[in-house]
């Protein structure tokens, strides 16, 4: 193997000792690519220097897409978004006037198909914050209790688009977040997305292995529950994956690229004083899930979405 792993804690392994400057060879690629598989997310410390860098590396894991939320797209590049530019509404977090939140979600989980993973590389970073989080969904499902997972078996949610984290921050009881005072708006644009619903469970395409499907950000409710009973349950398997023994916390260094396999983790951006700014770029892998299906709402579920 022509790199060494590291494991980090609890989830996922630094690459060093590799170079990306160059094309990587097949062999190279074909390890990369199972120790992704592995490990489910892979730190490359420091090493994204450059965009091509970036795409290139990304490319390794599979054919890039496009966002659905094209406001988001870098100039001139369909395969790159930038999270930070544009500035989101700001949330009260901790009494803090806080940008750059996003609760705990699995990526395009608002879509019926839910992508392959994500690489995302830092190029600014604030003075405080902007760490991100990932936790372990198969981990996580492998300890439920067999009850908790014969009861979500054949269960399906609900889910919506959603940026701000302020109703739905479900296990998250760690720091007060709170809606901020009116007069910031948010300058991304987003589309309109149907409501769409995912299995709760499902085994991951390419290993086989059972991971929780659950993006509590987008949740709206547990299909055919009635909702306080559904949503009692969400947020006890919500609470369950976000225990700290499955969570990596990472803090970013400038040019660090960290890639994630999103159909086995979920994930947090933690935010930093809305004065400030982080400037990240993502690239999406494609190879859907194809767990959805859009979810035609009745209407009081509608005037759930956000
Ligand atoms: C994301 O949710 O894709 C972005 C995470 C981050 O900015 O840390």
Redesign the pocket.
């Known amino acids: 193997m022509g790199f060494s792993l590291h494991r980090l804690q609890n989830i996922g392994a630094e690459v060093r000792d590799l170079d990306l400057r160059g094309p990587l060879s097949d062999d190279l690629a074909r390890d990369l690519y199972s120790a992704w598989l592995d490990h489910g997310v892979l730190l490359f410390r420091e090493a994204g220097t450059s965009k091509d860098i970036h795409l290139r590396l990304s490319r390794v894991f599979g054919e890039l897409e496009e966002h659905p939320i094209k406001s988001l797209l870098v100039e001139d590049e369909k395969e790159l978004i930038a ?1 930070g530019e544009k500035k989101g509404a700001p949330v009260l977090f901790d009494d803090q006037l806080w940008g ?1 939140f ?1 609760f705990f ?1 699995q ?1 395009t989980s608002y879509t019926p198909n839910i992508c392959k993973g ?1 690489m ?1 590389r830092m190029l600014r970073k604030p003075e405080r914050g902007g760490d ?1 989080i990932w936790t372990d969904t198969a981990k996580a499902y492998a300890a439920l209790p067999p009850s908790l997972k014969e009861r979500i078996a054949d269960l399906s949610a609900i889910y919506c688009f959603r940026s701000g984290a302020v109703e739905r921050r479900y296990g998250w009881s760690e720091h007060a977040v709170r809606e901020a005072p009116a007069g910031h708006v948010s300058e991304v644009q987003i589309p309109d997305f149907p409501l769409v619903s995912h299995p709760m469970v499902a085994r991951h395409p390419e290993s086989g292995i059972g991971s929780l499907l659950i993006s509590p950000l987008n949740f709206v409710h547990v299909e055919g529950m009635e909702k306080s009973r559904g949503d009692a349950l969400y947020e006890e398997i919500v609470r369950h994956a976000l225990r700290p023994e499955f969570a990596y916390h990472h803090k970013w260094s400038v040019n660090d690229l960290v890639l994630w396999d999103n159909r086995r983790t979920m ?1 947090c ?1 933690l935010g930093y004083p809305y004065e400030q700014t982080r400037i ?1 770029h ?1 690239t999406t892998l494609h190879g859907p899930m194809q767990t959805g299906h859009y979810y035609r709402a009745n209407v009081s579920e509608q005037s759930e979405k956000a």
């Open positions: 999270l750059g996003i979600h990526d994500s995302l991100t994930h951006a990240v993502r």
